[in-house]
């Protein structure tokens, strides 16, 4: 097993780092962007039915959920399509709305998670296209759908996931801007510079891994703190969902991730000088909303965690601590802002002592109910 670490203490930090190399394999031979082509078998021999949908249906759980809402902000900013995500088991037990020019995609790294698998069966008997995006290759989930895209992000061994969330990123990602030129909803300037900027996200994940040590000295100060907030908003609302899931999953912290908009609507209540608030700042379009959020974190003595871009002043100034990551276009900033999130709950998961690569109560394949 040491051997199988790669040297790592365990699984999940071999898989963090793995990252860069992982995203990689899972656009070559997809991904030309000096030709300005993406280019998927699978989305290619059914391009007709993707740009025809007048939906799609991002059906999943847990971590993979999460790379589904991103999905849907990329998708309905770049193509233009509809999209509504869905947790599988919810989705599968409430009769829903499913027309034969949907176009369900089913998001699983397993293959084999039971709810997915049954939303999929479901799905196809009501006559949609069903596109499968996993990363175990003849899974069940890869045989059960029409057609589908790997991950190639290779073994994930550690119970939370972590590669096969910015892979799975990664290919919705490429299928966004597959149908946005299909259908011309984005200018070719901006989708060159997309197909670019997509190309250097795994040197920049490596940069975004420099926050280790950053992450590790934050971890020292909250890792004995019993409750977590992670606020985000627009394509980093569903990373502060997935940075709260990861420190819940392994080191046994209460954690919620929020819109940050949303926290006047309850979370603030919560905030006084015990309270960690993670925030995910980079400078793009909802800055300067999330700069007044973490001044009403402030006001309450809450103690701030701000994810921002590199070289960032501003959150600097107000915040008790910021993780830089690079600075990349706005739909791809997830890539890189969950990168410090992992390596934070990581650290505080070693610190509290808990198992982190097989953590209580938790399975890497819920193939029951
Ligand atoms: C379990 C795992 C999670 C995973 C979820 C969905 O809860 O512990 O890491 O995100 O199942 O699994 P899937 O294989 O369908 O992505």
């Known amino acids: 097993e040491q051997i199988e670490k790669g040297g790592y203490d365990h699984f999940m930090l071999k898989e963090i780092y ?12 997809r991904l030309h962007a000096n030709k300005g082509i993406i280019q998927m078998a699978g989305v290619e021999d059914n391009l007709e039915k993707f740009t025809n949908a007048r939906r799609i249906l991002i059906v999943a759980c847990g971590t993979s959920w999460h790379a589904g809402l991103v999905a849907e902000y990329i998708i309905e900013e770049f193509a233009r ?18 027309n034969s020019d949907d176009v ?40 059960e759908t029409h057609a589908g895209a790997y991950t190639h992000a290779g073994p994930e061994i550690g119970v939370a996931s972590t590669k096969a969330f910015t892979t799975q990123i990664t290919v919705l990602t490429m299928i966004a801007l597959r149908l946005a030129k299909a259908k011309g909803t984005m200018s070719n300037s901006d989708y060159q510079r997309y197909l670019l900027e997509l190309e250097l996200i795994p040197e920049k994940v490596e940069e975004a891994l420099l926050s280790n040590d950053v992450a590790k000295t934050i971890a020292g100060i909250y890792k004995g703190a019993p409750n ?3 606020l985000g908003r627009g394509y980093n609302f569903p990373v502060a969902l997935e940075g709260a899931l990861k420190l819940k999953e392994i080191s046994y912290i209460h954690a919620e991730g929020y819109p940050a908009a949303e926290m006047k609507h309850g979370p603030i209540a919560l905030i006084d000088e015990h309270m960690p608030v993670v925030v995910i700042a980079p400078k793009q379009n909802h800055y300067d909303k ?45 890539l890189l802002t969950t990168i410090p999130l992992q390596l934070l709950s990581y650290h505080i998961a070693v610190m509290r002592e808990c198992n982190v690569d097989q953590p209580r109560n938790l399975a890497k394949s819920v193939t029951v109910e």
């Open 18 to 29: 793995e990252q860069p190399s992982v995203i990689k394999d899972t656009y070559r031979g």
């Open 81 to 98: 399509i509809s999209v509504e995500v869905e947790y599988a088991s919810e989705f599968r037990y409430r009769n829903p709305i499913i």
């Open 104 to 143: 369900v995609i089913a998001i699983s790294q397993s293959g084999e998670t039971a709810d997915t698998l049954a939303a999929i069966k479901l799905a196809k008997e009501k006559g949609a296209f069903v596109f499968g995006v996993c990363n175990v290759v003849g899974s069940s989930i890869s045989r």
């Open 228 to 230: 977590c907030l992670y």
């Open 290 to 334: 999330v700069v007044s959020n973490i001044q009403e974190i402030k006001a309450r003595s809450g103690k701030i965690i701000a994810v921002v871009t590199k070289g960032d002043t501003q959150v600097r100034a107000l915040a008790d601590h910021v993780i830089e990551v690079p600075d990349t276009s706005e739909a791809l900033t997830p």
